[in-house]
């Protein structure tokens, strides 16, 4: 179920490189279990937007809460913080020199002082809710892109975030791939986790969103339902965009 108050709160939020405005006055809020897709062309500022979330950049001005807590605010721990927020990129970064297992239990060992046991067993389970079960032993490099994305989300998952951001999940992987990654994220959010995803996969917004934003320029310039932008996009320039997309 929805809470009512909000688990991230983005309050007029602006983040600059150099002249580049790249985060133009932004405002969002995302309630515990809301699924928020976010849409728009290259460069208007989704990756910075999530990154500023779990503060990978730093915001000039403005205000973000997770969960209550000013994460600009230096008497909050930064790394507790950022153990609520799970992140997948486009690239899946998993370390290479650990095997599928490694790369899940590092985090809740070192973190979470996890044993060595426990860490397994849910290194385990979640390996095996992603249906990559059988890989646990193997390294990275000798998965498909689409098993290596779902063992770079069972590993986000791995430290019981409340929050997972998706930055393109799904954009360097072959066709072929997406739908296997589109499902675990789909389960995921059917288990009533908090997402926020950048994607132009616009069946899963579709199956899956809430509420969905299109982003230009820094700005958010349209927000509402799935519905609402396959139906009824008000602005030109989603128009112009979905027409491009879709
Ligand atoms: P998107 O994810 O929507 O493609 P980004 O958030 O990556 O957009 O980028 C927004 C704008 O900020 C772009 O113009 C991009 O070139 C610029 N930008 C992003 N990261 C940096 C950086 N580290 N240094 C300078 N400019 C950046
Ligand atoms: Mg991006």
Same mark, same amino acid.
């Given at each position: ?16 490189? +150099? ?5 133009? %006055? ?30 990978? @950049? ?6 973000? #809460? ?5 994460? $600009? ?11 609520? #927020?799970?992140?997948? &990129?486009?690239?899946? $970064?998993? &370390?290479?020199?650990?095997?599928? #297992? +490694? ?6 060992? *070192?973190? *979470? *002082? ?6 397994? %067993?849910?290194?385990?389970?979640? =390996? ?44 360097? !992987?072959?066709?072929?791939?997406? +739908? @296997?990654?589109? @499902?675990?994220?789909? $389960? #995921? ?11 132009? @996969?616009? +069946? ?12 230009? $320029? ?20 989603? *128009? !112009?965009? =979905?027409?491009?997309?879709?």
């Amino acid at each position: 179920m929805k809470g009512t108050d909000a688990i991230i709160q983005i309050k007029n939020v602006y983040k600059y490189f +150099g002249r580049l405005c790249a985060l133009n %006055k932004i405002n969002l809020d995302i309630t515990p279990g809301e699924k928020v897709v976010v849409i728009g062309p290259s460069g208007s500022g989704k990756s910075t937007m999530l990154r500023s979330i779990n503060r990978l @950049e730093k915001i000039d001005k403005g205000q973000i #809460l997770v969960d209550g807590k000013d994460i $600009n605010d230096r008497s909050n721990d930064i790394n507790m913080l950022r153990q609520e #927020l799970g992140m997948v &990129f486009q690239s899946f $970064n998993l &370390f290479p020199h650990k095997t599928v #297992l +490694g790369n899940l239990m590092m985090a809740p060992m *070192k973190l *979470k *002082k996890m044993s060595k046991e426990s860490a397994e %067993k849910r290194a385990m389970e979640l =390996l095996h809710k992603v249906g990559i079960s059988d890989k646990a032993h193997v390294y990275p490099k000798m998965l498909s892109g689409g098993q290596q994305q779902r063992v770079a989300i069972s590993r986000a998952l791995a430290m019981d975030p409340k929050i997972m951001l998706f930055d393109e999940p799904t954009s360097a !992987l072959d066709p072929e791939m997406i +739908g @296997e990654v589109l @499902e675990v994220m789909v $389960n #995921l959010a059917k288990e009533g986790m908090t997402m926020v995803c950048v994607t132009h @996969e616009m +069946g899963f917004a579709r199956e899956v969103a809430d509420k969905v934003i299109f982003m230009d $320029n820094g700005k958010i310039i349209e927000t509402g339902t799935p519905e609402h932008f396959f139906n009824a996009p008000e602005n030109d320039r989603t *128009k !112009l965009f =979905l027409s491009q997309i879709l």
